[in-house]
Each structure stands twice: as C-alpha cells, then as structure tokens.
C-alpha cells in the first residue's frame, strides 16, 4: 500500500509539473531543450503536492473499504485542477471524456500542449472528472456541498479536500459550525494546511498545533493532524493511520477532520534567480517561468522533473509500471454524482380545492413531497416567520442562519438525486449570487443529467417590509447571466404560488426562484393557471376588454397584481381606453426566443399583448431586469414600473407612491405611455 501510494502520489505530481511546462518531451526521454518547454506556462502549482497527497490516499483507502462503506473525494480548490487533470489521465478516466488525451505519451503530450486550454474542460475542476462535484468559482463551498452530497446516505463518507486559504472563507468558516445542525451527513474533511492562501500567509498555519486542536474542538471536530516533511514511508504510514482511523471515527458518528500540514510547493524549486520559493507565496503559480529561454531555470526543471524517478513510473510509451501500475488498478476512481438518486418525474401534488393561505398551501406541498423520500428543505432560521412553522420539527427540514451554507447543502444533496427547496427572504438571498452562477456553470459544463433541479423560494420583499430589507439584486443577476437554465417565477397568489412549486419541484436541470409573498390574500381565478405552468403567461379575462388593447398592462407578482386591479378601473374611467392585462408566471418569457426557452416570439408577443397596444410592465424587481429582458425587441411603447432604492425609511404606502407603484403611479404611466389626458367623449 505505502509503495503505491508514494508511486501515485509521485505520479500525479509529475504529470502535473509536465502540464505546467512541457511542450514536449513529457517523459524525460532525452534531455531538455529550450523547444521542449513552454514560452509562457500558466497555472498553479503550490497546491499540488498536498492536493496529490491527500487525493491519491483517499482514492487508495476508497479502493480498501468494504461493500458498506464508500469515500468520496471532493476537491475544494479550483486550482487543484491540475491534480485532478493528472490523476484523470492516469485513471485512464480523461480519455473517457475526451480520447484525444489517451494514457500514452501521445496522449499526455497531446495533454499538456494543450493545458491549460483542455478542449472544453479548462484547467480548474470540472465535473466530467472524479473529485469534481462540487461546483467551483465560488472558493468555500466545498464542505458544505459536501455535507449535502453525505446527508441521508448512511454507507456514504464524503472526503473534501479544502485548503487553508479556504477557511478563511465565511462558507467554510459557518460549514464547520453548522454541521451540528446535521445527524445524518459522514463529511470526513481534509484539510491542506500548506501555509499560504495565494498572496500572503493563511490565518490557519499560523496557529500551532496546540491552537489548532481546540479551535477545530470548540467548532466540534476531532483534528488529527499530520506533519508531512518529506516523502518517505513514514509520511505515507502516518497519513495513511490518519485517515483510516478518522474514516473509522466518521463511520460511528464523530466528527473528525485531518488536517495536513506541509510546505506550500514542497518538492518543488527551492529558489528562482536567487529569490526564494519553497515554502512562500511565490509558490502559488509557476514558478519557473523563464526555462524556455533561461538555460539555468531549464536545468532545474529538469532537476526537479527527474527527482520524481518517471522512469520508475512509466515505460518509453507513457504506460504505467510497477508500483503505479498497481496503484492505478487498486484505487476506486469513481464519482458519487448520481449514486443513491430518487426517482425522478413524481406526480404532481394533489393541490386542495381552496389553498389560499400560504402556510397551509405551501406546506401541503412541501409535505406532499416530503412523504416520497429523497426531500429536503434547508431555510436560515425563517420558517416560522413564513408562515412554515408547523414543518420545522419535520426530520426533513434543516434551519442554519447562514444562506450560503444552505446553497451548499441544497447543492450537494440534489447532485445525487434527491430534490430540495431552500426557503427564505428576497433581501437575503443576493448573499447566495455566486454561489448559485457557479451552481448554472458547473451544470453547463456537467452536460444535462437529468438532475433535479435548484429551487428557491423567496418571501418578504421591500415592498412590504423595513429599509434595510429591500433588494431583489438576486434575481436580476440571474437573468443578467441570460443561462436558459433560470426561471424567475412569481406567482400572482397563493394556490399559484403552491402550483408553481410543485412544478419546480418536480423538474430538472434548472434553477428556479420563486418569488412569492407570504401575506397575500388574492384570490384570482384559476382558469389560467395550466397556461400560465406550461406558457409562462395567460390573458386574464376578467380583467381585460375583449376588444384590441390601446393598452395592455403585465402584472408580473402578487404586489402587481394587487394594483393593477386597483389601477384598471381608474385608468378605464379617466383615459377611456381599451385596457388588456396580461398575468405573467415567468419572468423569462419576456426574453428573447433564442435565448430563453419560453421567451415570446414576435407572433405571440402580439397575440398576448396586442399588435398596437402600449405596454405597462409592472414588476416586483427591478425595471432593469425587464428591460433586459426585453433588450428593444418590441415594437410599441414600453414602460416599467418596479423596486428602485428609496432614499431611506420610509411608509410603505410613501415608498409606493414615491416609485409609482399604485394606482396613481400607473394612472400617470398610462397617460404618458397613450397619449391620452381624459376620456374620450
């Protein structure tokens, strides 16, 4: 076992400083030249030793377990993805994805000539490649996704391998804490403590060991911790004891994380031109930058690529041999993404005839899907404040004050199948931005996977609530975005906003935010609402003359709606015009067709809203949104009314007024958007 993993291990870290350089000459096969090596290498490099370390004994150890345990690795640090590139192409799994990149030296030239462009799957984490489910590009989801990938799967032990750097992070940070709130999630996190977030010494090796215990204690973790020095069999023995004994911890209930303590680019130059390196910053990226033109740099790359021994690794065609060999054919290379998945495509809830108040609605449906198995809600600490109260000592719901730790579980636990909803505040959830444009990427890159999808579920807007608590930046950052992935779904009541739910539970692929209000006591009719699920929008009859509109007005949420009922009349009565009103579901339907799946074509766009008609947008969200979405595509005019930021506290019937969102406002608006000072006589 030790043999093998110091041949892994030395393998990985081999292929990747290779990547990093070579153009050619990958294996050592002749000495170094100056048309063998990079003009200008690009990447990182500091992480790599302690990333290949703890990947390659996790791998191991996962290939030793028995058939009722499992270890899945997690890689937390996007720049890792040169370790996870490198034991890929050993696995042999790369050339799976893409066949160019063969386990031979053809391959691995093919391999880094083109790195850090790797036709499609870049050089950070990708999830096609093992230890890639968590999404990247938001540094500190890691171990939460994790916990989430983990929660509910008792054979399961997910190993993420998160950096120190990354503790720095508020995500890790809160993950450690909030794992209390979890009794059903294995997460056994190694932790790479190499000295150096990029830039500067990290705040975590800064502490010492005896700092290092009981701050890991306090957060409630067991911490073993191993010194990795150099590489010899006692440093594989030790980390190897490590890991099974926390892996053994973990399974009967513990929590326990290692915590890897090495030099940052160890086994790498010590110095560059007289400057140090070794155990720096200046590890962080390449560090000899210059060896296609400095001869003295090309001569310790090539130092430093021998002191790996290749020719103990590979043969002359890049095919593994001795210890790598059995190294590569004893390790479990697998991925946990789709492992433990539930059923996809369930019935949709039976909704009551009469669901009008929102705790009652929405909860039958949350407990609709609850009773299949596979659900989860997470929600910071807001349930009883959404009318939801009754759900929260339902083993199926979890409660952290912390949204992004939420992202990162709903994330996690619906990567393997299982569906989900995070409830909370409008204002709070621009905090998850990031995490969820990572979430639309990682998925972009995944390819369709039949996954269910992300869903949110938004209460308690500006519009009725304190200063502080206005902002839908969220939504309008989606739609920015332009992923057809995103659906902004706002429903005008509460058995629509009940309808739409089920609905998002039940699909896949997306990520849906559903804006709704928990106070709303509309009750519209309920003819439309399969349209508005299936088209994103309907006519609403009642509301609107049967003849051609001079002015169609589209309530897009409750709020909306509720003045667009108290408008029309008014604007009947004093402009005399002929008056449509369009309900609209989803935000994205006002989007461009090529772009956006329900996105209106010209054609229906005047069918909905009238060949000639002026059209009033009236908005929950920004008007910047909306007009994004409609980026000048409609011929007519256009006005939209929505959230602006007031200048400070204020009424909510000032507010209101103030942005022309009532009665009057929209009076004025139609006035202007017509051309019309009073009725026709």
Not at 655 to 680: N, Q, V
Request: proline fraction near 6%; aromatic fraction near 6%.
């Amino acid at each position: 076992m030790l043999n093998r993993a110091d041949a892994l291990w030395r393998a990985a870290t081999y292929v990747a400083v290779a990547l990093l350089h070579l153009d050619d000459n990958q294996l050592l096969a002749e000495p170094l030249k100056a048309e063998h090596v990079k003009p200008r290498p690009a990447g990182h490099w500091g992480t790599v030793p302690g990333t290949a370390w703890a990947l390659v004994h996790t791998v191991l150890a996962a290939g030793e377990v028995g058939p009722g345990r499992e270890l899945v690795p997690v890689i937390g640090a996007g720049h890792a993805g040169m370790v996870q590139l490198a034991c890929a192409w050993l696995s042999g799994q790369l050339a799976s994805v893409r066949p160019q990149y063969s386990r031979d030296a053809a391959g691995l030239r093919r391999l880094a000539r083109d790195f850090p462009h790797v036709d499609g799957l870049g050089s950070e984490t990708h999830p096609l490649l093992m230890a890639g489910a968590a999404p990247g590009g938001c540094l500190g989801g890691a171990l939460a996704f994790s916990h989430g990938l983990a929660l509910d799967v008792p054979r399961r032990i997910v190993v993420p391998i998160i950096g120190d750097g990354e503790c720095e992070t508020p995500t890790t940070a809160a993950s450690w804490l909030a794992a209390r709130a979890l009794e059903s999630s294995a997460v056994l996190p190694i932790v790479h403590v190499n000295g150096f977030r990029m830039g500067a010494q990290s705040l975590l090796g800064m502490m010492t060991d005896s700092e290092l215990v009981p701050y890991a204690a306090g957060l409630g973790w067991r911490a073993r911790v191993v010194h990795v020095e150099a590489t010899t069999v006692d440093a594989h023995e030790a980390f190897r004891e490590a890991l099974a004994g926390a892996a053994d911890a973990v399974a009967d209930g513990a929590r326990t994380a290692v915590f890897l303590r090495c030099v940052k680019g160890w086994s790498g130059p010590e110095s560059v031109d007289g400057q140090p390196v070794l155990g720096t910053a200046a590890a962080h990226k390449t560090p000899l930058g210059g060896a296609h033109s400095d001869e003295g740099q090309r001569a310790q790359l090539e130092r430093w690529l021998a002191s790996y021994r290749p020719a103990e690794l590979f043969d002359h065609d890049g095919q593994p041999i001795g210890a790598l060999a059995e190294a590569i054919d004893s390790a479990a290379w697998h991925s946990a993404e789709g492992a433990g998945r539930a059923p996809l495509g369930l019935p949709r809830s039976v909704l009551p005839a009469r669901a009008d108040r929102f705790g009652e609605a929405v909860g039958g449906v949350l407990r609709r899907h609850a009773e299949g198995g596979g659900f989860r809600v997470f929600s910071p600490d807001e349930l009883s404040s959404n009318r939801l109260g009754a759900l929260r000592d339902e083993p199926w719901v979890s409660e952290v004050l912390a949204e992004e730790v939420l992202l990162g579980w709903l994330s996690g636990w619906i990567s393997s199948g299982r569906r989900g909803v995070l409830v909370s505040y409008e204002a709070f959830a621009p905090l998850m931005a990031s995490g969820i444009v990572g979430h639309l990427k990682h998925r972009r890159l995944a390819g369709e996977q039949e996954v269910p999808s992300l869903n949110l579920l938004l209460t308690s807007y500006g519009w009725h609530n304190v200063f502080t608590h206005g902002d839908p930046s969220l939504s309008t950052a989606l739609l920015a975005t332009e992923d057809p992935a995103v659906s902004v779904l706002v429903p005008a009541d509460t058995r629509r906003t009940a309808a739409v739910l089920d609905t998002a539970l039940n699909s896949t692929d997306r990520v849906n935010v559903l804006i709704a209000g928990k106070h709303s006591e509309l009750q519209l009719p309920y003819e439309t609402v399969e349209q508005e699920l299936g088209r994103g929008l309907a006519i609403w009859w009642h509301l609107s003359d049967r003849e051609a509109p001079d002015l169609t007005i589209v309530a897009a949420g409750d709020l909306p709606t509720e003045v667009v009922m108290e408008a029309v009349p008014l604007i009947r009565a004093q402009l005399g015009c002929r008056v449509r009103v369009v309900g609209v579901l989803d935000l994205t339907v006002l989007g461009d067709p090529q772009r956006w799946p329900k996105g209106l074509t010209e054609d229906e766009a005047d069918h909905y809203f009238g060949e000639r008609a002026a059209l009033l947008v009236v908005t929950l969200g920004h008007p910047a949104a909306v007009w994004g979405l409609l980026a000048g595509r409609l011929r007519r005019q256009v006005e939209v009314i929505g959230w602006r930021e007031p200048s400070g506290p204020m009424p909510q019937d000032v507010l209101a007024h103030e942005l022309g969102f009532d009665a009057e406002g929209m009076l004025r608006a139609a006035r202007r958007l017509t051309g019309r000072s009073e009725a026709a006589r």
